[in-house]
Nanobody, 125 residues
């Protein structure tokens, strides 16, 4: 599985960005695709995820209500629409994919076998 993340940038607080994660090499519907982020000096943390089968989505409490994850089957792409951005959202954002993840494990980075390169999101105050 190959993942290509894009869409990061510099935005003012309160603004919006949409990240994209294009997947190839595996049946898209088999994949659970998630977004994680890592700020300087901090551990990588879960942001959001979507399972291919069943349509389950999950969000970190810190982004719930502001971020929306979605998937476009025709384009084999998962999107992370980010709104009402805050300076604390500044981080390197990674998309990741895994197969046959059970629900209890979808927030754990160790459950994902495939990782894209990061895309930087910087929110200025």
């Amino acid at each position: 599985v190959q993942l290509q993340a894009s869409g990061g940038g510099l935005v003012q607080a309160g603004g919006s960005l949409r990240l994209s994660c294009a997947a190839s090499g595996r049946t898209f519907s088999d994949l659970t695709v998630g977004w994680f982020r890592q700020a300087p000096g901090k551990e990588r943390e879960f942001v959001a995820t979507t399972r291919g089968r069943g349509g389950v989505t999950a969000y970190a409490d810190s982004v719930k209500g502001r971020f929306t994850i979605s998937r476009d089957k025709a384009k084999n792409t998962v999107y992370l629409q980010m709104a009402s951005l805050k300076p604390e959202d500044t981080a390197l954002y990674y998309c990741a994919a895994g197969l046959r993840l059970i629900l209890s494990s979808i927030r754990s980075s160790t459950s994902y076998d495939y990782w894209g390169q990061g895309t930087q999101v910087t929110v200025s105050s």
